[in-house]
Every structure is written in structure tokens, then in C-alpha cells.
């Protein structure tokens, strides 16, 4: 079966975006590919953040994870700190990896300016470590978003670079993967640009009903149409986008026709919307809090996850090794 493998940093909850665009997929995924899901907590310590933290946020990810529906008896889930394998596959990537070619790396240059006093070796090697989460599975598909698409370049010239170096074909190149011709991007609620954490514009899965209706009660909005049947602007179609997704088609059609015959109210749309959100919500939300209650079989599944994982890894390293010139 071909092998998937994608990692998510443990930087706090599942929004709405996370869920829609990537999770339902990878929840799709598992049915048909060896799909290998890490928590990616090396790559955290860019920011140095305290042991505390760590642990809960990577509990965080796992008990969402399962409320989600990713299954660990379908698809491997584990903690990547577990699995040293990726580490000593990183530091082989590094010696063939160079300066310049890392710090033209556009999220390193921003992360170098959004944090000038902690330009770490790390952050500068952030691709050559993503390449090795892939390449220790020798995995061809990765599902991840436009935004990891110089990570995924830097990711196949490790692999070529050590092919070429060694005169093998050891490691296949690995592709971004879009289970969904089109990816589905659930917009903020601040009127512009996409759901995500550091914009401060999520629903959270784990957010319980005030929360939401507070957050959608606020969201961005116009003073109305002002003729019939206008192209929507960008504040007003973001409403209608989340709405297709969590509402029924025939409410989504009773606000537009609202939109295109001027009687829309937005109080109205949004009461309906943080319902609808709430319904959606609601059954996931509840699995969140019974499995983050559950540290046992959550750290189970990272453990039996790890044992997987290691065993995988560990196949590519025995033959990296070999291939380098170490003895066995
Ligand atoms: N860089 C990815 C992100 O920020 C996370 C990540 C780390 C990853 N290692 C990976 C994704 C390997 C896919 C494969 O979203």
C-alpha cells in the first residue's frame, strides 16, 4: 500500500479550517493508503516553548485526532519525539543540506524576522527535519497545504541529492497531495483570508455553544446589499462559505434568495449559522472531552503508534546506514 504521511505541529486546538481542510481528508485517507499521522513536537521547539505545554498540546492533538474519526487501527498515530530514527536520517539530510539554499527558505525568513532574537540552527533546518519525517517512511504522498510547498521542494532535492550522492535509487520523491480536487478553505471570521490560529478569527471543535454564538455574532459583516441580485463581497460571502458547510442546502438557499431579494438580516443568518455550527460541533466536542479524559488509552495509542512507526523508520535506516558506509 503506498504510504502517506503528514505531521501537524502541536500548537493548541482543531479549528473549523484544520477540520474541513485536512482531517475529513485524512479521515478518507486511512481507508485507502498506509497513512502514517505524527505529531510533529521536534519541530515545536523552535520556539522553545516550556514542558508543560508540550505535553498538553500533544494530548490536545491526539484526543482531537480520535474524536475525529482518525482510527488507530486504520492509520499509524504517533508522537515524532518517539521515534528517534527521524533524527539520526536528519543529521545525514543536514550534511548534504546548504546554507544558502535553507535561508532562502521564505518561512524561515519570516520566522527569522517575527522572531529576531531566536534565529536558531533549528528554524534554519526546519526542512531538512520535515524531510526526513517523510523520507524515514520512504512515503510518496504528503498532504499538506500551499503553504509547505518549499518544504516539499527541499524534501525531494534531499532525496535526489542523496540518490545522486550515493549512486542509488533508495528514496522515491515525495509529492503534496490533494485527496480533494479542491481544497476546501473555510474562511476567518474577520472578513478576509483563512481560518487560522494566529489570526485569532476561529471556531475551535472544542469551542461549547456560548462560544461559538459569541465568535459568530461578531464576525465581520457589510450594511447590506443595496440592489437586488449584487455580487456578494468577500465579508459576506466567507458567512456563506462556512454555512455550506455545516448547514443544510435549503437554509443556505433561503439566505441567499434573503441576499438577492434585499430582506437578509444578518442577525438572523448568524443566529442560524452558530446553530448549525453548534450541531456539527456538538458530537465531536463531546468525543474531545471524553477522550481528553482518557490519558491512558491516549497514550496508548501513541505508544502502539510509536511501535509502528519505529519499525518503519527503522527499515530505511538499516539501509541508509548500509548505503553510507557503516557496518552494520
Ligand atoms: N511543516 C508542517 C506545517 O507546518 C508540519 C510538518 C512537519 C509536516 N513535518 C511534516 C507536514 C512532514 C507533512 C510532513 O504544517
Given amino acids: 500500500m503506498e504510504k502517506v504521511v503528514s505531521g501537524i505541529r502541536p500548537t493548541g486546538n482543531l479549528h473549523l479550517g484544520n ?3 485536512a482531517v475529513t481528508s485524512f479521515v478518507k485517507m486511512q481507508e485507502q493508503f498506509d497513512c502514517m499521522f505524527f505529531i510533529a513536537d521536534w519541530h515545536s521547539l523552535t520556539t522553545h516553548p516550556k514542558p508543560g505545554d508540550i505535553t498538553k498540546s500533544v494530548d490536545t492533538i491526539l484526543a482531537e485526532y480520535l474524536a475525529c474519526g482518525i482510527d488507530p487501527s486504520k492509520a499509524t498515530i504517533y508522537v515524532q519525539s518517539d521515534v528517534p530514527q527521524v533524527l539520526e536520517l536528519y543529521l545525514y539530510l543536514n550534511m548534504n543540506a546548504y546554507l544558502g539554499e535553507l535561508e532562502r ?3 524561515f525568513k519570516e520566522k527569522a524576522r517575527q522572531q ?3 534565529v ?3 528554524l534554519l533546518t526546519y526542512p531538512t527535519l520535515m524531510a526526513s519525517d517523510i523520507l524515514i517512511h520512504r512515503a510518496l504522498k504528503v498532504p499538506v497545504g500551499k503553504d509547505q510547498e518549499q518544504n516539499m521542494e527541499m524534501a525531494r532535492k534531499c532525496a535526489r541529492r542523496f ?3 550515493y549512486g542509488v535509487e533508495f528514496f522515491p520523491e515525495p509529492q503534496s497531495f490533494h485527496f480533494t480536487a479542491q481544497a476546501v478553505k473555510i474562511p476567518g471570521l474577520d472578513g478576509s483570508g483563512k481560518m487560522g490560529k494566529s489570526q485569532d478569527n476561529c471556531v475551535y471543535l472544542k469551542d461549547d455553544e456560548k462560544t461559538i454564538r459569541k465568535k459568530v455574532m461578531k464576525a465581520v459583516t457589510d450594511c447590506g446589499p443595496s440592489q437586488p441580485n449584487s455580487p456578494k463581497p468577500e465579508v459576506i460571502q466567507n458567512l456563506f462559505d462556512i454555512m455550506a458547510v455545516v448547514s443544510t442546502p435549503d437554509t443556505v438557499e433561503h439566505f441567499d434568495t434573503a441576499w ?3 430582506s437578509i438580516r444578518y442577525g438572523d443568518m448568524k443566529k442560524q449559522l452558530a446553530e448549525d455550527i453548534n450541531a456539527f460541533c456538538a458530537p465531536i466536542r463531546e468525543k474531545i472531552t471524553e477522550y481528553s479524559s482518557n490519558t491512558e488509552l491516549l497514550h496508548r495509542v501513541a505508544r502502539e503508534g510509536a511501535e509502528k512507526a519505529r519499525i518503519s523508520a527503522q527499515a530505511t ?3 541508509v546506514r548500509q548505503i553510507i558506509g557503516f557496518h552494520k
Fill in 19 to 21: 477540520y474541513f481542510g
Fill in 163 to 165: 540518490n545522486n550522492i
Fill in 120 to 122: 536558531n540552527a533549528g
Fill in 105 to 107: 527558505v521564505t518561512t
Fill in 116 to 118: 529576531p532574537d531566536n
Fill in 317 to 319: 535506516l538499516d539501509e
Fill in 260 to 262: 438577492n431579494d434585499c
